[in-house]
C-alpha cells in the first residue's frame, strides 16, 4: 500500500515534521496519521468518525483550541473544501504549516489554483493520482480567506441548507415527487438518510397520523440544520450510519431517498444497502417507501429482502416504489 503523501513529503525531507499537535479536518479513516504525530480528527460524516474512534484516535466534530499545524483532507465540494482551508488556519499559529491534500477526481488542482492565487504555496506533490499542497500561514489572514467560511443559508423554499452539501438549492426533485406520491402513514416512522430535513418537516406538516418520525443522518451538520427546520415535537435526530442503525423498535414506515455516489463516484451499492437495513428494521407489517433515478438498478435488491413491492409511479426520470412484508424483519 503506497503510504499518504504527507508520510511521502516528511520522508522525501519536503517538509519538517510538525513538532506540535495536528489538526486533521474532514479526517478520513482509511488515512495513516502517524508520521505527523498526535492528531486531533475532525470529522462529521459519522462512518468515519466512528472508525476513527474504534481505532484510538481523538476525534471531534467541530474544531476546537490551537495546534502546531493543520491538514485538510478535501471533499467533492469546493465551497466546503474552502471554508475547512479557512477554518483550518484560524487554528494554527502564524508560521504554522498548513497542508491540503485530495485526490484528483475530487477537485484537488482546482483547490491548489485557489490557493495560489491567495498564498505563497511552498510546494505541491503529486503522487497515486492526488496531489499535497503545503504553505505556511501567514500573519494576516486575507479577507478573500475569511470569505471561505460557509454558514448555513436559508432558501426560497423555507429550509436552511448547508452550502457544499446535498441538494443546497432546494429539495431534491426526487424527494419532492416521494412526498406527492406517499400515502397516510401511521404509527412510527423513519426518514432513512434524512439530509437536512425535507422529506421529514412535509410529510409531518401534511399528515397528523404519524406518532412520531425519527430522522437518520450521517452528515452532522446537515442533521443540524434538520433540527432548525423542523420544529415537530414528533421528530426525534440521530447522528448516525443508516447502515448500521438500529432503532429501540422496529418501524411501521421507513422513507429514503438514498444516497448513490462516494466522492463523486456512482455506487448504487449505497442504496443497497439502505434498502436491506430498511427491511431489518421495520415491523412485520411495515412499508418501506423509496425514491431512486431511473438508471439505479435496486429492482433486485428489493426483491430480495422484500416479500411484495409495486412502483407508486415513474416520472421525470425517477421510480417512486413501496415495498411491504420485509424478509428480515426486527434487529
Request: glycine share 12%; proline share 7%; hydrophobic share 40%.
Amino acid at each position: 500500500m503506497t503510504p499518504d503523501r504527507w508520510t511521502l513529503a516528511i520522508e522525501g525531507g519536503e517538509f519538517e515534521p510538525p513538532g506540535g499537535p495536528v489538526l486533521v479536518l474532514h479526517a478520513r479513516a482509511d488515512s495513516d496519521f502517524v508520521s505527523l504525530g498526535p492528531v486531533t480528527c475532525v470529522q462529521g460524516f459519522a462512518p468515519d468518525y466512528d472508525r476513527l474512534a474504534a481505532r484510538g484516535e481523538t476525534v471531534m466534530v467541530e474544531p476546537e483550541g490551537s495546534y502546531a499545524a493543520a491538514l485538510v483532507q478535501i471533499t467533492k465540494s469546493r465551497a466546503g473544501t474552502l471554508s475547512a482551508i479557512a477554518e483550518a488556519l484560524g487554528h494554527i499559529p502564524p508560521g504554522g504549516l498548513l497542508m491540503v491534500d485530495g485526490q484528483k477526481d475530487e477537485g484537488i488542482e482546482a483547490i491548489v489554483k485557489q490557493l495560489r492565487l491567495v498564498f505563497e504555496v511552498d510546494g505541491v506533490m503529486s503522487k497515486s493520482h492526488g496531489k499535497l499542497a503545503w504553505l505556511r500561514r501567514p500573519a494576516d489572514m486575507p479577507q478573500q480567506v475569511v470569505n471561505w467560511i460557509v454558514a448555513p443559508e436559508p432558501g426560497m423554499h423555507g429550509y436552511l441548507t448547508i452550502p457544499g452539501g446535498f441538494s443546497v438549492d432546494g429539495p431534491d426533485r426526487g424527494s419532492e415527487l416521494l412526498v406527492a406520491l406517499l400515502p397516510e402513514l401511521k404509527g412510527r416512522v423513519a426518514d432513512w438518510g434524512a439530509g437536512w430535513g425535507y422529506i421529514a418537516g412535509e410529510i409531518l406538516a401534511e399528515q397528523d397520523t404519524i406518532d412520531s418520525l425519527d430522522l437518520i443522518e450521517a452528515d452532522h451538520g446537515m442533521l443540524d440544520a434538520a433540527k432548525i427546520n423542523i420544529d415537530d415535537p414528533r421528530a426525534t435526530f440521530h447522528w448516525a450510519d443508516v447502515t448500521r442503525f438500529t432503532p429501540d423498535a422496529p418501524y411501521d414506515a421507513i422513507l429514503c431517498n438514498p444516497p448513490f455516489h462516494t466522492g463523486r463516484r456512482a455506487d448504487p451499492g449505497l442504496g443497497r444497502a439502505f434498502i436491506q437495513s430498511a427491511a431489518r428494521n421495520l415491523a412485520s407489517k411495515g412499508r418501506f417507501f423509496m425514491v431512486a433515478n431511473r438508471h439505479l438498478p435496486y429492482e433486485d435488491t428489493l426483491k430480495a429482502v422484500f416479500g411484495t413491492g409495486r412502483m407508486l409511479g415513474e416520472l421525470e426520470g425517477y421510480k417512486i416504489y413501496e415495498a411491504a412484508k420485509p424478509k428480515k424483519v426486527g434487529r
